[in-house]
């Protein structure tokens, strides 16, 4: 009987031992991952397993390995409630709305998160996780108010403090989520996630040398960190400095082939370090993964272009071409394309609207679907917005106006925290002319989330609403989170030209063409003007120059370029040839026919100047007509 109860206790000891043994690689497990590395995790939990750990005890955490290596339906099945004790569910359900997510099933993941803040109203991970959810769906507005639960539930979060950075970057702009992940960083130094953001979100708002310095910290805690050599490549291309931008993106691969900005950045590299074949074949592959990408539409085309392929740069650069909001360097890009093939006819459509001075504004991708299609797929799944948005632009593109404002604005009030619902009611409202309605709808989508789309769009909305003000107002908060923005920089020189602020819209283009380079023609020519009028024309001349060699049947281009070799005395015949160059291109524009008459009276050329001015001095219609007027008093 003694030794009955001797051999109880020896086994219930080897037992006890075997746990304690256990218990230390349970330990390492949750460090691993802490740090994001499921592979060691998942060693550990085996580990732990073979030393006598029932599985039970381990499969919340063999979840998590799961999910840290990619495999998201791997996780859900190992993180079945039904497997799960009881203590570890709460765990268990974090890890399944993570994975929902990852399968972009946000249904599931909302429906988890609705059952589990029902029990733990209290818990900050659950509210990042709806903040998270509510971000996937759209609803920024919501995502929002439920980060800020999280970090109000759990201040020391790292998660909860990146997660309300990162909404903070979208609602307000770069600057105003700069503190968040310094506070994050006071939590946890050495977070490289939060390292690595907030060294982007420095570099994006135009902070290049404390972006260096905080990759190079990143660096000396995770040596050859491909993030951060990626963020040090970008840095390098905005200084202009494509072979050193070349070197720090081979230490980025293979780790950041797949993702659409390395491939586009690598693109962009090998095109200024006149490689292109090393870029077609990637950035062929991100354009067909993601057809609505401008960006890489414009490079692939301008690859295309440059290696002589005639027919895949139409093929390229038509969708964004059509656009309303096409760039000259598009349109004059696809016109070349088309003389290369014989179409004289496509190639002087394209010219034409490349010489205008202004763009046009932004409209909705083709769905490429029937609008009877989209209607169907509209109808069988109602307040879909997968669904209601595609039939919206189609809607938008067949000028059906009215019908799509109707159905936007059921969309946006079933959906009050989406900003793209009130975007799109905004742009209906533009397309009927009801400037100051799409003004409040901007407004509304601005305060959920201030992107560049809807300054954009709500600037121009403010200036068809006559109010130029506002427009600078709006344009300047946007600006001052975004600073490095190109698109807000170009537009608010734009601005300053047209108030003639001009050191202003001097140094807004000069930051926009150290990044662009020299290849957009209404760029050199409004740099031109600018210096032209800060009183240096001989500055100004050669922008000028390099603007018509771009665009020689521009009529804007081709006046100022006359304009400043007539006033700097270089060459008066020639400057006098250009501007009447530009008035037979374009007799309907007054401001042309008025420069061209300053210089004939310069010359004493009276008669030409009755000749020239008399048909726009009848007019009582145009602002210049009075202007003509004076000038033929003058005589």
């Known amino acids: 009987m003694r030794l009955r109860w001797v051999l109880i206790l020896a086994l219930g000891f080897l037992a006890s031992q075997a746990m304690r043994a256990a218990a230390p690689s349970l330990d390492r497990t949750l460090a691993d991952l802490k740090k994001g590395d499921g592979l060691a995790a998942e060693q550990d939990i085996l580990i732990a397993r073979r030393s006598g750990l029932p599985e039970a005890q381990t499969r919340h955490l063999l979840a998590h390995a799961y999910l840290l290596q990619g495999d998201a339906n791997r996780a859900l099945r190992e993180a079945d409630s039904a497997q799960i004790p009881s203590n570890f569910q709460l765990y ?51 995502a929002i108010l439920a980060a800020q639960k999280s970090v109000a539930l759990s201040p020391k979060s790292v998660d909860a403090l990146l997660l309300t950075a990162s909404l903070t970057r979208d ?12 506070r994050a960083l ?14 982007a979100t420095q570099g994006d708002s135009g902070q290049a040398r404390a972006m260096l310095a905080t990759t190079r910290r990143v660096l000396s805690i995770s040596p050859n960190n491909p993030q951060a050599f990626y963020l040090q490549a970008v840095m390098a291309m905005r200084a202009d400095k494509p072979e050193l931008a070349r070197d720090l993106l081979y230490h980025c691969s293979p780790a950041l082939d797949h993702l659409p900005g390395y491939i586009l950045l690598h693109g962009i590299v090998e095109m200024q370090s006149d490689n ?34 005639a027919y895949a740069t139409i093929e390229t650069l038509r969708a964004i071409a059509d656009r309303p909001d ?24 394209y010219l034409d609207r490349a010489a205008k001075p202004s763009r046009g504004d932004a409209t909705p991708f083709d769905p490429n679907e029937s609008i009877t299609l989209l209607a169907r797929n509209d109808s069988d799944t109602p307040n879909n917005a997968d669904n209601a948005v595609p039939f919206i632009q189609g809607l938008m593109l067949t000028n059906h106006y009215d019908d799509a404002l109707g159905k936007a604005q059921n969309l946006a009030t079933l959906n009050p925290g989406v900003p793209l619902a009130h975007i799109l009611v905004g742009d209906a409202q533009m397309a009927l002319k009801h400037y100051h309605l799409a003004v409040a709808e901007y407004r509304r989508a601005a305060a959920i989330t201030l992107t560049e789309p809807i300054v954009m769009r709500l600037v121009n909305a403010l200036d068809h609403d006559n109010d130029p003000r506002g427009a600078a107002e709006s344009l300047a908060t946007f600006l001052d989170q975004n600073p490095t923005n190109l698109a807000a920089l170009n537009l608010a020189a734009s601005l300053d030209i047209q108030a003639g602020r001009w050191a202003s819209a001097a140094a807004r283009l000069e930051n926009v063409r150290a990044r ?65 160059k530009a008035v037979s291109v374009a007799p309907d524009r007054p401001i042309l026919r008025l420069q061209l008459a300053s210089a004939y009276q310069a010359q004493g050329r009276t008669a030409a100047v009755r000749k020239l001015l008399a048909p726009l001095a009848a007019r009582l219609d145009l602002p210049e ?5 004076q000038l033929l008093l003058k005589l």
Do not use: H
């Not at 929902?100 to 589990?116: H, M």
């Not at 609602?171 to 310094?182: C, D, E, I, S």
């Open 92 to 142: 268990a359900s974090k890890i399944r709305i993570k994975a929902d997510l990852a399968r972009n099933d946000v249904r599931a993941a909302a429906s988890e998160l609705s059952t589990w803040l029902v029990r733990a109203p209290n818990d900050g991970d659950l509210w990042s996780e709806l903040a998270r959810t509510r971000a996937r769906d759209g609803d920024l507005a919501g």
């Open 171 to 182: 609602q307000q702009g770069l600057r105003a989520a700069l503190p968040w992940f310094q």
């Open 186 to 199: 006071r939590v946890d130094p050495n977070n490289i996630a939060a390292l690595l953001e907030l060294a």
């Open 276 to 309: 292109p074949e090393q870029a077609l074949s990637a950035i062929k592959l991100l354009v067909e993964a993601q057809p609505q990408n401008i960006r890489a539409r414009r490079l692939l085309g301008a690859i295309y272009a440059q290696s002589g392929d």
């Open 326 to 349: 096409a760039d000259s360097y598009t349109l004059v890009t696809l016109a070349r394309a088309y003389e290369n093939v014989d179409d004289r006819a496509a190639a002087a459509r």
């Open 516 to 580: 662009l380079g020299n290849s957009d023609a209404n760029l050199l020519n409004n740099l031109a003007w600018c210096w032209f009028n800060l009183g240096k024309p001989t500055r100004a001349l050669p922008y000028a120059r390099a603007a018509y060699a771009l665009q020689p049947a521009n009529a804007a281009i081709s006046n100022a370029y006359g304009w400043l070799l007539f006033e700097t005395g270089q060459d008066q015949p020639a400057g006098i040839a250009l501007m009447e």
């Open 625 to 629: 007509s009075a202007a003509a007027r």
